[in-house]
C-alpha cells in the first residue's frame, strides 16, 4: 500500500514569505506528527494530532508555525513570514493511533529552503 | 523531559565486522525506544522497538538492540556489516502517553560509514 507522502518534494521561497506543507498519511492512520530536521541534527517533534484535533502543540517553535488536519486525513503545515532559520526538512509521519507501541511511519520529508 | 545521546557522531567500519551504536537515554518512566535508519534521499525506516518485556530485540536487515535499565542504554548491534548498511543511525525515546500521542525525541545520530 501507499506510504506517507509529502509535497512538496522541495520548497525555495523568500525571506518573509508564506509558505504551506502538505502531508497525506497512511489511509485509515488517525494519529499525525509533524517534525522539523535541521542540518546534523535529528528530528525535533513539532505537533501532534489525533484525527482533527492539534492534541500536542509543544513543538511549534512560535506562532508563526501553524498547522491543520480538518477531516482528519491530509495535513498542511502553514509557516509565515519564513526566517531563514526556518531552512530544513520537514517531516511527517503517521500512526495507527496515538499510542506508544504503534509505529510512526515516517514520509521523506520536504527540504524547505528560505533565501 | 526526555533526552537521547548518541556520543558517535560518525564510525567507519569494515565490511563484514561488527557493529555496535551506542545510544543512551534520560526519562522518568519506562521508555519507549527505537532505532531508525536513514539513506540519503530517503525517509526514516524503523529498525526496531522497545517496549516490555525481553531486553533483546530483533529487528530488520539483521540488527538487535539491548535494553540495559541500569545503564540507561538501548545499543544497536550487527554481527556483519554490509556495505548497503551505510547510513545515518537515529535512536530515539518516545512518551507513549495513553491517549497523548507518542511524540519521539531523537538523538543527534550517527553516521555510518562502511569501508569494502
Known amino acids: 500500500g501507499a506510504g506517507v507522502s509529502q509535497t512538496p518534494s522541495n520548497k525555495v521561497t523568500e525571506k518573509g514569505k508564506y509558505v504551506e506543507l502538505r502531508c497525506d498519511p497512511i489511509?485509515?492512520?488517525?494519529?499525525l506528527y509533524w517534525y522539523r530536521q535541521s542540518l546534523g541534527q535529528g528530528p525535533e517533534f513539532l505537533i501532534y494530532?489525533?484525527?482533527?484535533?492539534?492534541?500536542?502543540d509543544s513543538g511549534l517553535p512560535n506562532d508563526r508555525f501553524f498547522a491543520v488536519r480538518p477531516e482528519g486525513s491530509v495535513s498542511t503545515l502553514k509557516i509565515q513570514r519564513t526566517e531563514r532559520g526556518d531552512s530544513a526538512v520537514y517531516l511527517c509521519a503517521s500512526s495507527l493511533n496515538g499510542r506508544g507501541n504503534y509505529e510512526q511511519y515516517f514520509g521523506p520529508g520536504t527540504r524547505l529552503t528560505v533565501t | 523531559a526526555q533526552s537521547v545521546t548518541q556520543p558517535d557522531i560518525h564510525i567507519t567500519v569494515s565490511e563484514g565486522a561488527s557493529l555496535e551504536l551506542r545510544c543512551n537515554y534520560s526519562y522518568g518512566a519506562t521508555p519507549y525506544l527505537f532505532w531508525y535508519v536513514q539513506s540519503p534521499g530517503q525517509g526514516l525506516q524503523l529498525l526496531l522497538k522497545?517496549?516490555?518485556?525481553?531486553?533483546l530485540v530483533q529487528g530488520i536487515k539483521g540488527f538487535e538492540a539491548e535494553f540495559k535499565r541500569s545503564q540507561s542504554s538501548f545499543n544497536l548491534r550487527k554481527p556483519s556489516v554490509h556495505w548497503s548498511d551505510a547510513a545515518e543511525y537515529f535512536c530515539?525515546?518516545?512518551?507513549?502517553?495513553?491517549?497523548?500521542?507518542?511524540?519521539?525525541?531523537f538523538g543527534t545520530g550517527t553516521q555510518l560509514k562502511v569501508e569494502l
Open positions: 530515539a525515546v518516545g512518551a507513549g502517553v495513553t491517549g497523548g500521542g507518542n511524540k519521539l525525541t
Open positions: 489511509s485509515g492512520h488517525t494519529a
Open positions: 522497545y517496549f516490555s518485556g525481553d531486553t
Open positions: 494530532f489525533q484525527g482533527t484535533g492539534a492534541a500536542d
